[in-house]
Nanobody, 114 residues
């Protein structure tokens, strides 16, 4: 099994930045492409960014140009650099395998004021 732990969220003003981290443990070699998801209250969970094993990235239109996904395989870590944050980015952010979904972690809360 794989355990995923997200961190780095917090309260930030509109226009500010945050960097989220996701650390995986367990059967790391079984993971495929990875992504960052977010879910706001009353809304569907959505995929906002993904990265393949080779390093190719994709972004949802809503975050393109503002967010950047990256990974460090040696550290079993996935990152999401979030810039120019907007109030509509407020959500709980989760990481997961986008090909074979694993158990969801606790997520990390991002709250953008104003």
């Amino acid at each position: 099994q794989v355990t995923l732990v997200e961190s780095g969220g917090g309260l930030v003003q509109a226009g500010g930045s945050l960097r989220l981290s996701c650390v995986a443990s367990g059967s790391i070699s079984s993971l495929n492409a990875m992504g960052w998801y977010r879910q706001a209250p009353g809304k569907q969970r959505e995929l906002v960014a993904s990265i393949t094993k080779r390093g190719s990235t994709n972004y949802a239109d809503s975050v393109k140009g503002r967010f950047s996904i990256s990974k460090d395989n040696a550290k079993n870590a996935l990152y999401l650099q979030m810039n120019s944050l907007k109030s509509e980015d407020t959500a709980v952010y989760y990481c997961n395998d986008i090909i074979v979904l694993r158990s969801w972690g606790q997520g990390t809360q991002v709250t953008v004021s104003s």
